[in-house]
């Protein structure tokens, strides 16, 4: 079965500052999808972006970039230009490439993001 | 706007009780999902649908029946063998289920407390 690690519980950043959220994976197949979703205090589950296994290009979006490392199981995400509305809690997923059962989401536990003024 | 609409935001159960929570979608989306979020957790999924009047359970379905008798609409009941059912819980949905790489999205969720 499929496994996702977030290693940090909370990370601290200055706002306009750079930050990196970690996140490692555990997965036999060789086809997936991944993905960083935000939660902000109103609990609403926000896409940030998303990175297709057989993609060697890291993902952007805009201020957030990714560090995929495909044989490391890697997954990390760079928040850049850091700003007050990026505080929330940051999840990590897996999906496999597979339909049915195998193609749903497994999460991380989280990391909570705080950003300084 | 297009969206995905759960309703009641709060709800307070009584021991012995079942409750419904409903999840609406206007995305046209195929598949819908209903994933269970604890304290400090990630998210757990509960049940999924990938058509209608289809539905397979979760990783955590004990306790809880759904129904998808219309792609727009996907209600979870909370029955009153679900031991411990003070969660919050999220609906989501995406596209075309023989794409599985396709983005979930999700609903802004609902608040569950045993009283």
């Known amino acids: 079965a499929q496994t996702v690690t977030q290693s940090q519980p909370e990370m601290s950043v200055q706002e306009a500052e750079t930050v990196t959220l970690s996140c490692t994976y555990d997965t036999s197949e060789s086809d997936y999808y991944l993905f960083w979703y935000k939660q902000p205090p109103s609990r609403q589950m926000i896409l940030v972006i998303r990175q297709e296994a057989y993609k060697q290009q890291n993902a952007t979006e805009n201020r957030f970039s990714v560090n995929f490392q495909k044989a490391a199981k890697s997954f990390s995400l760079k928040i850049s230009d850091s700003q007050l509305g990026d505080a929330a809690m940051y999840f990590c997923a897996y999906r496999s490439a597979w339909g049915g059962s195998q193609g749903n989401l497994i999460f991380g536990k989280g990391t909570k993001l705080s950003v300084k003024p | ?115």
């Open chain 2, 1 to 115: 706007d297009g969206g995905i609409t759960q309703s009641p935001k709060y709800l307070f159960r009584k021991e012995g009780q079942n409750v419904t929570l409903s999840c609406e979608q206007n995305l046209n989306h195929d598949a819908m999902y209903w994933y269970r979020q604890d304290p400090g957790q990630g998210l757990r999924l509960i049940y999924y649908s990938q058509i209608v009047n289809d539905f397979q359970k979760g990783d955590i379905a004990e306790g809880y029946s759904v129904s998808r008798e219309k792609k727009e609409s996907f209600p979870l009941t909370v029955t009153s063998a679900q031991k411990n059912p003070t969660a919050f819980y999220l609906c989501a949905s995406s596209p075309n289920r023989e794409l599985s790489g396709n983005t979930i999205y999700f609903g802004e969720g609902s608040w569950l407390t045993v009283v």
